[in-house]
Protein backbone atom coordinates (compact mmCIF):
# COMPACT_ATOMS: atom_id res chain seq x y z
CA UNK A 1 0.00 0.00 0.00
CA UNK A 2 2.69 2.74 1.30
CA UNK A 3 5.02 0.93 -1.37
CA UNK A 4 2.11 1.33 -4.09
CA UNK A 5 1.96 5.38 -2.90
CA UNK A 6 5.78 5.55 -3.01
CA UNK A 7 6.22 3.80 -5.97
CA UNK A 8 3.56 6.08 -7.97
CA UNK A 9 5.68 8.49 -9.62
CA UNK A 10 5.42 9.94 -12.98
CA UNK A 11 8.53 7.74 -14.58
CA UNK A 12 9.56 4.38 -14.48
CA UNK A 13 6.79 3.58 -12.44
CA UNK A 14 7.82 0.24 -14.32
CA UNK A 15 11.25 0.07 -12.39
CA UNK A 16 9.35 0.46 -8.87
CA UNK A 17 10.19 -2.62 -6.69
CA UNK A 18 6.35 -3.17 -6.67
CA UNK A 19 6.62 -4.12 -10.26
CA UNK A 20 10.06 -5.61 -9.93
CA UNK A 21 8.69 -8.11 -7.25
CA UNK A 22 5.67 -8.77 -9.48
CA UNK A 23 7.59 -9.73 -12.30
CA UNK A 24 9.90 -12.00 -10.80
CA UNK A 25 7.33 -14.14 -9.08
CA UNK A 26 6.82 -16.55 -11.47
CA UNK A 27 3.42 -17.83 -11.16
CA UNK A 28 1.68 -14.87 -11.34
CA UNK A 29 3.70 -14.19 -14.25
CA UNK A 30 2.16 -17.33 -15.42
CA UNK A 31 -1.21 -16.31 -14.34
CA UNK A 32 -1.28 -12.79 -16.60
CA UNK A 33 0.09 -14.95 -19.49
CA UNK A 34 -2.66 -17.32 -19.36
CA UNK A 35 -5.52 -15.05 -18.78
CA UNK A 36 -4.30 -12.79 -21.90
CA UNK A 37 -3.77 -15.55 -23.94
CA UNK A 38 -7.74 -17.03 -23.10
CA UNK A 39 -9.39 -13.25 -23.16
CA UNK A 40 -7.80 -13.02 -26.64
CA UNK A 41 -9.22 -16.33 -27.36
CA UNK A 42 -12.47 -15.17 -26.15
CA UNK A 43 -13.01 -12.06 -27.77
CA UNK A 44 -10.98 -13.11 -31.37
CA UNK A 45 -11.04 -16.44 -31.23
CA UNK A 46 -15.25 -16.91 -32.13
CA UNK A 47 -14.61 -14.67 -35.43
CA UNK A 48 -11.72 -16.83 -36.58
CA UNK A 49 -13.53 -20.52 -36.11
CA UNK A 50 -15.10 -21.50 -38.99
CA UNK A 51 -18.79 -22.78 -36.99
CA UNK A 52 -21.27 -20.22 -34.96
CA UNK A 53 -21.61 -21.11 -31.14
CA UNK A 54 -25.37 -21.35 -31.67
CA UNK A 55 -24.87 -23.38 -35.45
CA UNK A 56 -26.80 -26.64 -34.94
CA UNK A 57 -26.10 -29.20 -36.95
CA UNK A 58 -27.80 -32.70 -36.21
CA UNK A 59 -25.45 -34.79 -38.32
CA UNK A 60 -22.39 -33.86 -36.50
CA UNK A 61 -23.70 -34.83 -32.47
CA UNK A 62 -21.27 -36.11 -30.58
CA UNK A 63 -18.35 -35.48 -32.88
CA UNK A 64 -14.86 -35.86 -30.74
CA UNK A 65 -12.23 -33.34 -30.70
CA UNK A 66 -10.28 -32.81 -34.10
CA UNK A 67 -12.83 -33.97 -36.49
CA UNK A 68 -12.73 -32.32 -39.54
CA UNK A 69 -13.27 -28.54 -38.11
CA UNK A 70 -14.27 -29.18 -34.67
CA UNK A 71 -10.86 -28.75 -33.10
CA UNK A 72 -12.69 -29.54 -29.69
CA UNK A 73 -15.32 -31.95 -31.42
CA UNK A 74 -19.09 -30.90 -30.88
CA UNK A 75 -22.22 -31.11 -28.47
CA UNK A 76 -25.50 -33.59 -28.05
CA UNK A 77 -26.97 -30.91 -31.04
CA UNK A 78 -23.82 -30.85 -33.48
CA UNK A 79 -22.48 -27.33 -32.11
CA UNK A 80 -18.86 -26.79 -32.17
CA UNK A 81 -17.66 -27.13 -28.92
CA UNK A 82 -14.50 -24.58 -29.18
CA UNK A 83 -17.01 -21.99 -30.59
CA UNK A 84 -19.32 -22.02 -27.39
CA UNK A 85 -16.23 -22.53 -25.60
CA UNK A 86 -15.03 -18.94 -26.26
CA UNK A 87 -18.55 -17.59 -25.96
CA UNK A 88 -19.14 -19.05 -23.23
CA UNK A 89 -15.71 -17.40 -21.82
CA UNK A 90 -16.92 -14.19 -22.67
CA UNK A 91 -19.92 -14.72 -20.74
CA UNK A 92 -18.23 -15.94 -17.66
CA UNK A 93 -15.22 -13.78 -17.67
CA UNK A 94 -17.50 -10.35 -18.14
CA UNK A 95 -19.99 -11.94 -14.97
CA UNK A 96 -17.07 -12.52 -12.81
CA UNK A 97 -15.49 -9.16 -13.49
CA UNK A 98 -18.28 -7.15 -13.24
CA UNK A 99 -19.41 -9.36 -9.53
CA UNK A 100 -15.71 -8.80 -8.91
CA UNK A 101 -16.62 -4.69 -9.72
CA UNK A 102 -19.63 -5.00 -7.63
CA UNK A 103 -18.52 -6.97 -4.56
CA UNK A 104 -15.24 -4.59 -4.48
CA UNK A 105 -17.17 -1.65 -3.93
CA UNK A 106 -20.24 -2.78 -1.70
CA UNK A 107 -17.57 -4.22 0.55
CA UNK A 108 -15.08 -1.20 0.24
CA UNK A 109 -18.35 1.27 1.10
CA UNK A 110 -19.21 -0.87 4.05
CA UNK A 111 -15.70 -1.66 5.23
CA UNK A 112 -14.44 2.12 5.04
CA UNK A 113 -17.25 2.99 7.02
CA UNK A 114 -17.40 0.39 9.72
CA UNK A 115 -13.51 0.90 10.43
CA UNK A 116 -13.50 4.59 10.68
CA UNK A 117 -16.95 4.98 12.02
CA UNK A 118 -16.61 1.86 14.73
CA UNK A 119 -19.12 2.18 17.54
CA UNK A 120 -22.42 1.08 16.89
CA UNK A 121 -22.38 1.08 13.24
CA UNK A 122 -19.47 -0.28 13.09
CA UNK A 123 -20.49 -3.36 15.08
CA UNK A 124 -23.92 -3.64 13.45
CA UNK A 125 -22.43 -3.44 9.84
CA UNK A 126 -19.81 -5.92 10.76
CA UNK A 127 -22.48 -8.18 12.27
CA UNK A 128 -24.35 -8.18 9.05
CA UNK A 129 -20.80 -9.41 7.15
CA UNK A 130 -20.74 -11.93 10.12
CA UNK A 131 -24.62 -13.21 9.30
CA UNK A 132 -23.86 -13.35 5.47
CA UNK A 133 -20.62 -15.45 6.09
CA UNK A 134 -22.77 -17.45 8.40
CA UNK A 135 -24.82 -19.14 5.51
CA UNK A 136 -22.75 -21.74 3.20
CA UNK A 137 -22.82 -19.14 0.19
CA UNK A 138 -23.97 -21.62 -2.50
CA UNK A 139 -27.81 -22.06 -0.39
CA UNK A 140 -27.92 -18.45 -0.41
CA UNK A 141 -26.93 -18.20 -3.93
CA UNK A 142 -29.66 -20.75 -5.22
CA UNK A 143 -32.03 -19.67 -3.53
CA UNK A 144 -31.91 -15.90 -4.87
CA UNK A 145 -31.40 -17.26 -8.75
CA UNK A 146 -34.19 -19.55 -8.10
CA UNK A 147 -36.28 -15.96 -6.53
CA UNK A 148 -35.30 -13.69 -9.21
CA UNK A 149 -34.90 -14.10 -13.01
CA UNK A 150 -31.52 -15.16 -13.60
CA UNK A 151 -30.47 -12.91 -17.24
CA UNK A 152 -26.50 -12.29 -16.84
CA UNK A 153 -26.91 -9.19 -15.37
CA UNK A 154 -28.96 -10.72 -12.00
CA UNK A 155 -26.49 -13.75 -11.80
CA UNK A 156 -23.82 -10.81 -11.63
CA UNK A 157 -25.65 -8.70 -8.98
CA UNK A 158 -26.25 -12.06 -6.53
CA UNK A 159 -22.69 -13.38 -6.73
CA UNK A 160 -21.83 -10.33 -5.99
CA UNK A 161 -24.28 -9.92 -3.19
CA UNK A 162 -22.88 -13.40 -1.93
CA UNK A 163 -19.03 -12.60 -2.18
CA UNK A 164 -18.69 -8.86 -0.89
CA UNK A 165 -18.11 -9.94 2.74
CA UNK A 166 -14.14 -11.12 2.68
CA UNK A 167 -13.33 -7.56 1.01
CA UNK A 168 -15.34 -5.75 3.81
CA UNK A 169 -13.64 -7.27 6.44
CA UNK A 170 -10.10 -6.38 5.02
CA UNK A 171 -10.43 -3.20 4.42
CA UNK A 172 -12.57 -2.44 7.91
CA UNK A 173 -9.15 -3.94 9.77
CA UNK A 174 -7.20 -2.06 7.50
CA UNK A 175 -8.83 1.13 8.20
CA UNK A 176 -9.13 0.86 11.30
CA UNK A 177 -5.17 0.58 11.88
CA UNK A 178 -5.32 3.33 9.66
CA UNK A 179 -8.03 5.74 11.89
CA UNK A 180 -5.29 6.67 14.16
CA UNK A 181 -2.45 7.97 11.83
CA UNK A 182 -1.46 11.18 12.00
CA UNK A 183 -2.64 12.11 8.23
CA UNK A 184 -6.07 11.49 9.37
CA UNK A 185 -5.74 13.44 12.43
CA UNK A 186 -4.29 15.95 10.64
CA UNK A 187 -7.55 16.03 8.00
CA UNK A 188 -9.65 16.40 11.07
CA UNK A 189 -8.08 19.61 12.17
CA UNK A 190 -8.11 21.07 8.49
CA UNK A 191 -11.66 20.48 9.29
CA UNK A 192 -11.89 18.06 6.24
CA UNK A 193 -15.72 16.05 6.31
CA UNK A 194 -16.01 12.45 7.38
CA UNK A 195 -16.55 11.36 4.02
CA UNK A 196 -13.50 13.28 2.23
CA UNK A 197 -11.25 11.30 5.59
CA UNK A 198 -12.37 7.72 4.39
CA UNK A 199 -12.29 8.12 0.84
CA UNK A 200 -9.67 10.63 0.00
CA UNK A 201 -7.56 10.01 2.89
CA UNK A 202 -7.63 6.47 4.06
CA UNK A 203 -8.89 4.47 1.38
CA UNK A 204 -6.22 5.24 -1.23
CA UNK A 205 -3.82 4.10 1.80
CA UNK A 206 -5.92 0.74 2.01
CA UNK A 207 -5.52 -0.28 -1.54
CA UNK A 208 -2.93 -2.43 -1.70
CA UNK A 209 -5.13 -5.46 0.22
CA UNK A 210 -8.76 -3.87 -1.68
CA UNK A 211 -6.62 -4.82 -4.85
CA UNK A 212 -5.40 -8.45 -3.87
CA UNK A 213 -8.65 -9.60 -2.34
CA UNK A 214 -10.31 -8.15 -5.63
CA UNK A 215 -8.23 -10.36 -7.70
CA UNK A 216 -9.01 -13.31 -5.92
CA UNK A 217 -13.05 -12.58 -5.68
CA UNK A 218 -12.54 -12.68 -9.55
CA UNK A 219 -11.44 -16.10 -9.13
CA UNK A 220 -14.11 -16.90 -6.64
CA UNK A 221 -16.95 -15.76 -8.87
CA UNK A 222 -16.10 -17.58 -11.61
CA UNK A 223 -16.08 -20.54 -9.37
CA UNK A 224 -19.73 -19.56 -8.05
CA UNK A 225 -21.03 -18.58 -11.39
CA UNK A 226 -19.93 -21.92 -12.77
CA UNK A 227 -21.65 -23.84 -9.88
CA UNK A 228 -24.95 -22.36 -10.03
CA UNK A 229 -25.33 -22.67 -13.79
CA UNK A 230 -23.65 -26.31 -13.81
CA UNK A 231 -26.88 -26.56 -11.24
CA UNK A 232 -29.20 -24.82 -13.66
CA UNK A 233 -29.75 -22.33 -12.27
CA UNK A 234 -27.45 -19.57 -13.15
CA UNK A 235 -26.61 -18.05 -17.10
CA UNK A 236 -29.60 -19.68 -19.32
CA UNK A 237 -29.26 -21.72 -22.46
CA UNK A 238 -28.90 -20.89 -25.51
CA UNK A 239 -26.52 -18.24 -23.81
CA UNK A 240 -23.34 -20.33 -23.05
CA UNK A 241 -21.75 -20.07 -19.81
CA UNK A 242 -18.67 -22.36 -18.88
CA UNK A 243 -21.21 -23.67 -16.27
CA UNK A 244 -24.04 -24.21 -18.26
CA UNK A 245 -21.72 -26.15 -20.94
CA UNK A 246 -21.06 -28.46 -17.89
CA UNK A 247 -24.71 -28.84 -17.10
CA UNK A 248 -25.66 -32.04 -19.18
CA UNK A 249 -22.20 -33.59 -19.28
CA UNK A 250 -22.58 -35.72 -16.81
CA UNK A 251 -25.09 -38.15 -18.41
CA UNK A 252 -23.04 -38.50 -22.14
CA UNK A 253 -19.38 -38.67 -19.39
CA UNK A 254 -19.62 -42.59 -20.78
CA UNK A 255 -19.80 -41.54 -24.53
CA UNK A 256 -18.50 -38.14 -24.62
CA UNK A 257 -16.22 -37.19 -22.07
CA UNK A 258 -14.62 -33.95 -23.34
CA UNK A 259 -17.89 -31.94 -22.75
CA UNK A 260 -17.33 -32.19 -19.47
CA UNK A 261 -13.31 -32.28 -19.26
CA UNK A 262 -13.06 -29.24 -21.62
CA UNK A 263 -15.14 -26.63 -20.32
CA UNK A 264 -14.40 -27.40 -16.59
CA UNK A 265 -10.21 -27.65 -17.55
CA UNK A 266 -10.90 -23.41 -19.01
CA UNK A 267 -12.76 -22.96 -15.33
CA UNK A 268 -10.06 -24.12 -13.37
CA UNK A 269 -7.59 -22.41 -16.09
CA UNK A 270 -8.76 -19.26 -15.58
CA UNK A 271 -9.47 -19.67 -11.44
CA UNK A 272 -6.21 -20.68 -11.12
CA UNK A 273 -4.45 -18.09 -13.28
CA UNK A 274 -6.47 -15.26 -10.98
CA UNK A 275 -5.31 -17.01 -7.54
CA UNK A 276 -1.57 -17.22 -9.11
CA UNK A 277 -2.00 -12.82 -9.85
CA UNK A 278 -3.78 -12.37 -6.22
CA UNK A 279 -0.59 -14.37 -5.03
CA UNK A 280 1.79 -12.12 -6.88
CA UNK A 281 0.38 -9.19 -5.74
CA UNK A 282 -0.12 -9.82 -2.31
CA UNK A 283 3.93 -9.93 -2.38
CA UNK A 284 4.21 -7.18 -4.59
CA UNK A 285 2.23 -4.67 -2.74
CA UNK A 286 3.52 -5.80 0.56
CA UNK A 287 0.17 -7.67 1.96
CA UNK A 288 -0.09 -8.70 5.42
CA UNK A 289 -1.44 -12.70 4.50
CA UNK A 290 -4.10 -12.97 6.77
CA UNK A 291 -5.50 -15.72 5.08
CA UNK A 292 -2.35 -17.80 4.09
CA UNK B 1 -14.50 -19.11 31.73
CA UNK B 2 -18.21 -17.85 32.62
CA UNK B 3 -17.51 -14.51 31.29
CA UNK B 4 -16.12 -15.87 28.34
CA UNK B 5 -19.04 -18.30 27.79
CA UNK B 6 -21.48 -15.88 28.45
CA UNK B 7 -19.76 -13.05 26.18
CA UNK B 8 -19.86 -15.63 23.25
CA UNK B 9 -23.01 -17.12 23.46
CA UNK B 10 -24.75 -13.69 23.52
CA UNK B 11 -22.55 -13.02 19.91
CA UNK B 12 -23.99 -16.34 18.65
CA UNK B 13 -27.86 -15.56 19.50
CA UNK B 14 -27.24 -11.83 18.16
CA UNK B 15 -25.49 -13.60 15.12
CA UNK B 16 -28.51 -15.70 15.31
CA UNK B 17 -31.39 -12.71 15.08
CA UNK B 18 -29.32 -11.38 11.78
CA UNK B 19 -29.67 -14.76 10.07
CA UNK B 20 -33.06 -15.05 10.73
CA UNK B 21 -33.50 -11.02 9.39
CA UNK B 22 -31.81 -12.31 6.04
CA UNK B 23 -33.53 -15.75 5.98
CA UNK B 24 -36.79 -13.54 6.10
CA UNK B 25 -35.78 -11.22 3.59
CA UNK B 26 -34.90 -13.69 0.96
CA UNK B 27 -38.28 -15.74 1.84
CA UNK B 28 -40.37 -12.66 1.04
CA UNK B 29 -38.13 -11.89 -2.01
CA UNK B 30 -39.30 -15.98 -3.73
CA UNK B 31 -41.87 -15.11 -6.50
CA UNK B 32 -44.90 -15.10 -4.84
CA UNK B 33 -43.39 -14.66 -1.36
CA UNK B 34 -44.73 -17.20 1.65
CA UNK B 35 -47.51 -18.12 -0.61
CA UNK B 36 -45.28 -19.58 -3.50
CA UNK B 37 -47.09 -23.10 -3.21
CA UNK B 38 -50.43 -21.80 -3.82
CA UNK B 39 -49.80 -19.05 -6.53
CA UNK B 40 -48.59 -22.49 -8.96
CA UNK B 41 -51.92 -24.59 -7.78
CA UNK B 42 -54.24 -23.35 -10.85
CA UNK B 43 -57.67 -24.25 -8.79
CA UNK B 44 -56.74 -21.25 -6.60
CA UNK B 45 -58.14 -18.36 -7.97
CA UNK B 46 -56.65 -14.56 -7.57
CA UNK B 47 -59.86 -14.35 -4.54
CA UNK B 48 -58.59 -17.78 -2.59
CA UNK B 49 -55.41 -15.80 -2.26
CA UNK B 50 -56.37 -13.00 -0.81
CA UNK B 51 -58.64 -14.50 1.58
CA UNK B 52 -55.46 -16.71 2.53
CA UNK B 53 -53.32 -13.87 2.59
CA UNK B 54 -55.81 -11.96 5.27
CA UNK B 55 -56.03 -15.87 7.08
CA UNK B 56 -52.13 -16.41 7.69
CA UNK B 57 -52.09 -12.51 8.31
CA UNK B 58 -49.39 -11.81 5.72
CA UNK B 59 -51.14 -8.62 4.96
CA UNK B 60 -49.76 -7.48 7.96
CA UNK B 61 -46.51 -4.99 8.43
CA UNK B 62 -43.38 -7.24 7.73
CA UNK B 63 -42.25 -6.41 10.72
CA UNK B 64 -44.68 -7.93 12.70
CA UNK B 65 -44.65 -11.07 9.93
CA UNK B 66 -41.32 -11.28 10.87
CA UNK B 67 -41.80 -11.49 14.81
CA UNK B 68 -44.41 -14.22 13.88
CA UNK B 69 -42.63 -16.15 11.56
CA UNK B 70 -39.63 -16.22 14.09
CA UNK B 71 -41.16 -17.05 16.68
CA UNK B 72 -42.76 -20.15 15.07
CA UNK B 73 -38.95 -21.14 14.10
CA UNK B 74 -37.88 -21.28 17.80
CA UNK B 75 -40.99 -23.21 18.61
CA UNK B 76 -39.99 -25.64 16.10
CA UNK B 77 -42.79 -25.10 13.83
CA UNK B 78 -40.78 -24.92 10.64
CA UNK B 79 -44.12 -25.22 8.22
CA UNK B 80 -44.66 -28.14 5.58
CA UNK B 81 -42.94 -29.42 2.82
CA UNK B 82 -45.35 -28.83 -0.56
CA UNK B 83 -44.30 -32.03 -1.91
CA UNK B 84 -45.60 -34.15 0.77
CA UNK B 85 -47.18 -32.20 3.37
CA UNK B 86 -44.22 -33.72 5.91
CA UNK B 87 -42.72 -31.02 8.53
CA UNK B 88 -39.83 -29.42 7.47
CA UNK B 89 -37.93 -30.45 9.96
CA UNK B 90 -38.71 -33.85 10.06
CA UNK B 91 -37.89 -33.90 6.34
CA UNK B 92 -34.33 -31.97 6.85
CA UNK B 93 -33.92 -34.84 9.52
CA UNK B 94 -34.39 -37.39 6.82
CA UNK B 95 -31.26 -35.92 5.15
CA UNK B 96 -29.11 -34.47 7.53
CA UNK B 97 -27.59 -38.34 8.50
CA UNK B 98 -26.13 -39.08 5.28
CA UNK B 99 -24.36 -35.34 4.84
CA UNK B 100 -23.13 -35.67 8.14
CA UNK B 101 -21.31 -38.84 6.92
CA UNK B 102 -20.05 -37.62 3.93
CA UNK B 103 -18.56 -34.31 5.34
CA UNK B 104 -17.05 -35.93 8.59
CA UNK B 105 -15.73 -38.61 6.38
CA UNK B 106 -13.89 -35.87 3.92
CA UNK B 107 -13.18 -33.48 7.28
CA UNK B 108 -11.18 -36.63 8.55
CA UNK B 109 -9.26 -36.83 5.37
CA UNK B 110 -8.45 -33.48 4.58
CA UNK B 111 -7.26 -32.93 8.10
CA UNK B 112 -5.09 -35.99 8.20
CA UNK B 113 -3.55 -35.44 4.86
CA UNK B 114 -3.41 -31.26 5.09
CA UNK B 115 -2.00 -31.46 8.75
CA UNK B 116 0.66 -34.00 7.19
CA UNK B 117 1.35 -31.85 3.88
CA UNK B 118 1.49 -28.55 6.33
CA UNK B 119 3.92 -29.87 8.80
CA UNK B 120 6.40 -31.33 6.84
CA UNK B 121 6.42 -27.94 4.19
CA UNK B 122 7.24 -25.71 7.62
CA UNK B 123 9.58 -28.25 8.82
CA UNK B 124 11.66 -28.39 5.21
CA UNK B 125 10.98 -24.81 4.33
CA UNK B 126 11.25 -23.91 0.54
CA UNK B 127 12.33 -27.49 -0.37
CA UNK B 128 10.67 -28.78 -3.15
CA UNK B 129 8.16 -30.69 -1.55
CA UNK B 130 6.99 -27.26 0.02
CA UNK B 131 7.06 -25.53 -3.52
CA UNK B 132 4.88 -28.36 -4.82
CA UNK B 133 2.48 -28.08 -2.03
CA UNK B 134 2.44 -24.35 -2.22
CA UNK B 135 1.63 -24.81 -6.05
CA UNK B 136 -0.65 -27.70 -5.85
CA UNK B 137 -2.68 -26.30 -2.93
CA UNK B 138 -3.23 -22.62 -5.20
CA UNK B 139 -4.49 -25.09 -8.12
CA UNK B 140 -6.52 -27.74 -5.70
CA UNK B 141 -8.45 -24.67 -4.65
CA UNK B 142 -9.73 -23.35 -8.35
CA UNK B 143 -10.29 -26.71 -9.55
CA UNK B 144 -14.58 -26.69 -9.45
CA UNK B 145 -15.62 -29.16 -7.06
CA UNK B 146 -18.60 -30.43 -9.37
CA UNK B 147 -15.68 -30.97 -12.16
CA UNK B 148 -13.31 -33.00 -10.26
CA UNK B 149 -16.07 -35.11 -9.33
CA UNK B 150 -17.25 -35.54 -12.81
CA UNK B 151 -13.47 -36.40 -13.64
CA UNK B 152 -13.06 -38.71 -11.11
CA UNK B 153 -16.63 -40.96 -12.22
CA UNK B 154 -15.04 -40.89 -15.63
CA UNK B 155 -11.77 -42.27 -14.32
CA UNK B 156 -12.16 -44.55 -11.62
CA UNK B 157 -15.78 -45.45 -12.35
CA UNK B 158 -16.46 -45.70 -16.21
CA UNK B 159 -12.81 -46.46 -17.16
CA UNK B 160 -11.33 -48.32 -13.93
CA UNK B 161 -14.83 -49.66 -13.12
CA UNK B 162 -13.04 -49.61 -9.47
CA UNK B 163 -15.85 -47.50 -7.58
CA UNK B 164 -19.62 -46.77 -8.21
CA UNK B 165 -20.72 -43.24 -9.66
CA UNK B 166 -22.95 -42.85 -7.25
CA UNK B 167 -25.76 -43.42 -4.61
CA UNK B 168 -25.16 -44.29 -0.97
CA UNK B 169 -25.20 -47.97 -1.53
CA UNK B 170 -26.42 -50.72 -3.92
CA UNK B 171 -29.91 -51.87 -3.05
CA UNK B 172 -30.09 -54.73 -1.77
CA UNK B 173 -26.86 -54.93 0.07
CA UNK B 174 -26.78 -52.61 2.95
CA UNK B 175 -23.34 -54.08 4.43
CA UNK B 176 -21.27 -51.45 6.29
CA UNK B 177 -18.64 -52.17 3.01
CA UNK B 178 -21.07 -51.85 0.56
CA UNK B 179 -21.54 -48.33 2.33
CA UNK B 180 -17.60 -47.53 2.42
CA UNK B 181 -17.28 -48.46 -1.25
CA UNK B 182 -19.63 -45.99 -2.16
CA UNK B 183 -18.60 -43.33 0.62
CA UNK B 184 -14.85 -43.65 -1.25
CA UNK B 185 -14.95 -40.93 -4.11
CA UNK B 186 -17.38 -38.70 -2.71
CA UNK B 187 -15.60 -37.63 0.69
CA UNK B 188 -12.02 -37.59 -1.13
CA UNK B 189 -13.96 -35.08 -3.67
CA UNK B 190 -15.34 -32.76 -1.62
CA UNK B 191 -12.01 -32.86 0.92
CA UNK B 192 -9.36 -31.80 -2.07
CA UNK B 193 -10.56 -28.32 -0.95
CA UNK B 194 -10.03 -28.62 2.51
CA UNK B 195 -7.30 -30.66 2.52
CA UNK B 196 -5.55 -27.49 0.16
CA UNK B 197 -6.77 -25.06 3.01
CA UNK B 198 -5.66 -26.87 6.25
CA UNK B 199 -1.99 -27.56 4.74
CA UNK B 200 -1.88 -23.62 4.17
CA UNK B 201 -2.76 -22.91 7.56
CA UNK B 202 -0.80 -25.86 9.19
CA UNK B 203 2.33 -24.71 7.49
CA UNK B 204 2.15 -20.85 8.49
CA UNK B 205 0.89 -22.31 12.49
CA UNK B 206 4.07 -24.53 12.47
CA UNK B 207 6.20 -21.61 10.97
CA UNK B 208 4.53 -19.39 13.90
CA UNK B 209 5.16 -21.78 16.78
CA UNK B 210 8.57 -22.72 15.23
CA UNK B 211 9.94 -19.18 15.86
CA UNK B 212 8.27 -19.43 19.61
CA UNK B 213 10.71 -18.66 22.62
CA UNK B 214 9.40 -22.18 24.14
CA UNK B 215 10.39 -24.13 20.87
CA UNK B 216 13.90 -22.76 21.86
CA UNK B 217 13.57 -23.81 25.40
CA UNK B 218 12.88 -27.15 24.50
CA UNK B 219 15.88 -27.26 21.77
CA UNK B 220 18.27 -25.72 24.79
CA UNK B 221 16.84 -28.88 26.79
CA UNK B 222 18.55 -31.12 24.18
CA UNK B 223 15.32 -32.51 23.44
CA UNK B 224 15.58 -34.16 19.93
CA UNK B 225 14.38 -32.56 16.62
CA UNK B 226 11.26 -34.47 16.50
CA UNK B 227 10.19 -34.36 19.64
CA UNK B 228 10.31 -30.68 19.67
CA UNK B 229 8.74 -31.03 16.45
CA UNK B 230 5.65 -33.06 17.43
CA UNK B 231 5.13 -32.34 21.16
CA UNK B 232 5.70 -28.61 21.21
CA UNK B 233 5.63 -27.54 17.95
CA UNK B 234 2.38 -29.74 16.50
CA UNK B 235 1.34 -29.62 19.87
CA UNK B 236 0.28 -25.97 19.36
CA UNK B 237 0.18 -25.30 16.06
CA UNK B 238 -2.96 -27.90 15.80
CA UNK B 239 -4.92 -24.95 18.30
CA UNK B 240 -5.56 -22.43 16.17
CA UNK B 241 -6.92 -25.68 13.80
CA UNK B 242 -9.78 -26.05 15.76
CA UNK B 243 -11.07 -22.69 15.30
CA UNK B 244 -10.77 -23.29 11.61
CA UNK B 245 -12.75 -26.36 11.07
CA UNK B 246 -15.56 -24.50 12.52
CA UNK B 247 -14.70 -20.77 10.18
CA UNK B 248 -14.56 -23.89 7.23
CA UNK B 249 -18.14 -25.35 7.78
CA UNK B 250 -20.10 -23.07 5.38
CA UNK B 251 -17.41 -23.95 2.48
CA UNK B 252 -18.08 -27.36 3.20
CA UNK B 253 -22.04 -27.41 3.30
CA UNK B 254 -21.40 -25.94 -0.11
CA UNK B 255 -19.21 -28.62 -1.45
CA UNK B 256 -21.25 -31.08 -0.08
CA UNK B 257 -24.25 -30.00 -1.90
CA UNK B 258 -22.92 -29.63 -4.88
CA UNK B 259 -20.76 -33.45 -4.59
CA UNK B 260 -23.91 -34.70 -3.26
CA UNK B 261 -25.58 -33.67 -6.47
CA UNK B 262 -22.83 -34.72 -8.64
CA UNK B 263 -22.94 -38.45 -6.62
CA UNK B 264 -26.78 -39.03 -6.09
CA UNK B 265 -26.21 -38.69 -2.37
CA UNK B 266 -29.26 -38.67 -0.78
CA UNK B 267 -28.18 -35.75 1.48
CA UNK B 268 -29.74 -31.96 2.76
CA UNK B 269 -27.74 -30.47 -0.42
CA UNK B 270 -29.57 -32.79 -2.92
CA UNK B 271 -32.46 -31.65 -0.64
CA UNK B 272 -31.99 -28.37 -1.57
CA UNK B 273 -31.92 -28.85 -4.88
CA UNK B 274 -34.54 -31.23 -5.65
CA UNK B 275 -36.53 -28.93 -3.26
CA UNK B 276 -35.98 -25.81 -5.07
CA UNK B 277 -36.86 -27.84 -8.20
CA UNK B 278 -40.01 -28.59 -7.31
CA UNK B 279 -40.50 -25.08 -5.89
CA UNK B 280 -40.87 -26.60 -2.13
CA UNK B 281 -40.00 -23.60 -0.66
CA UNK B 282 -40.76 -24.09 2.83
CA UNK B 283 -38.35 -27.31 2.69
CA UNK B 284 -35.98 -24.67 0.80
CA UNK B 285 -36.55 -21.97 3.33
CA UNK B 286 -36.22 -24.66 6.22
CA UNK B 287 -32.44 -25.63 4.52
CA UNK B 288 -31.24 -22.42 4.34
CA UNK B 289 -32.39 -21.54 8.21
CA UNK B 290 -30.83 -25.27 9.02
CA UNK B 291 -27.39 -24.74 7.80
CA UNK B 292 -26.57 -20.73 9.03
CA UNK B 293 -27.77 -22.19 12.27
CA UNK B 294 -25.42 -25.25 12.26
CA UNK B 295 -22.42 -22.77 10.83
CA UNK B 296 -23.10 -20.59 14.08
CA UNK B 297 -23.66 -23.38 16.39
CA UNK B 298 -20.22 -25.29 15.25
CA UNK B 299 -18.62 -21.80 15.71
CA UNK B 300 -19.47 -21.84 18.86
CA UNK B 301 -18.26 -25.06 19.84
CA UNK B 302 -15.36 -24.38 18.15
CA UNK B 303 -14.25 -21.75 20.25
CA UNK B 304 -15.58 -23.19 23.71
CA UNK B 305 -13.44 -26.42 22.75
CA UNK B 306 -10.42 -23.88 22.45
CA UNK B 307 -11.36 -21.97 25.12
CA UNK B 308 -11.01 -25.38 27.47
CA UNK B 309 -7.79 -26.34 25.65
CA UNK B 310 -6.15 -22.90 25.76
CA UNK B 311 -6.04 -20.99 28.84
CA UNK B 312 -4.37 -18.40 27.67
CA UNK B 313 -8.26 -17.41 25.98
CA UNK B 314 -9.71 -18.48 28.71
CA UNK B 315 -8.21 -16.45 31.37
CA UNK B 316 -7.23 -13.39 29.08
Given at each position: ??A?????????????R?V???????????G?????L???A???G????P?????????A??????????Y????P?G?DV???L???G????LV?F?A??????????????A???G??I?A???R???GF????????????A??L??S?????V????T??M?V?????????????????????????????????E?????????????T????????????I???G??????????????E?A????????WL???P?????I?V????F???????A?D?????? | ?????L?R???????LL?V?V???????????G?????G???SM?????????????????????????A?????GD????F?D??P??A????????????????T?????????I???G????????????T????V?????????????????????????A????????????N?L?H???????????H?????R?????????I???????????????R????K????????P????AG?????????????ET?????G????F???????D??????????S??L?????????????I????I???
Amino acid sequence: MTALAANAGPSRWWRSRTVRRFTSHHLALLGVTMITLLTLACVFGPHLLPYDSLYIDLRARFAPPLTGDHYLGTDPLGRDVAARLFMAGRTSLLVAFFAMLLSTMIGTLVGVIAGYRGGWIGAALMRTVDGFLSFPSIFLLLALAAALKPSPAMVTVIVAVTSWMEVARIVEAEVRSLREREFVLAGRMLGLSGAHIMFREILPNAMGPIIVAATLTVAHAILLEAYISFLGYGIQPPLPSWGNMLEGAQQYLDSAPWLAIIPGAAITIAVTSFNFIGDGLRDALDVRDDRV
Amino acid sequence: MRGFLLNRLSQSLILLLIVSVIGFLVLNLLPGGPLAQFGLDPSMTQDDLERLKEQLGLNRPLLIQYFDWAWRLLQGDWGHSFRDGAPVLAVIGRHVPATLLLMGTSTAIAIAIGTWIGIRGATHRYSLFDYMATVGAMVALSIPTFWFGLVGIYIFSLQLGWLPAGNMYTIGDGSVLNYLHHLIMPSIVLSLVHVAIWSRYMRSATLDAIGQDFVKTARAKGLSERRVIMKHVVGNALLPMITLAGVQLPSILTGALVTETVFTWPGMGRLFLDSLGYSDYPVVMGLLMFSAILVILGNLIADIAVAIVDPRIRLG
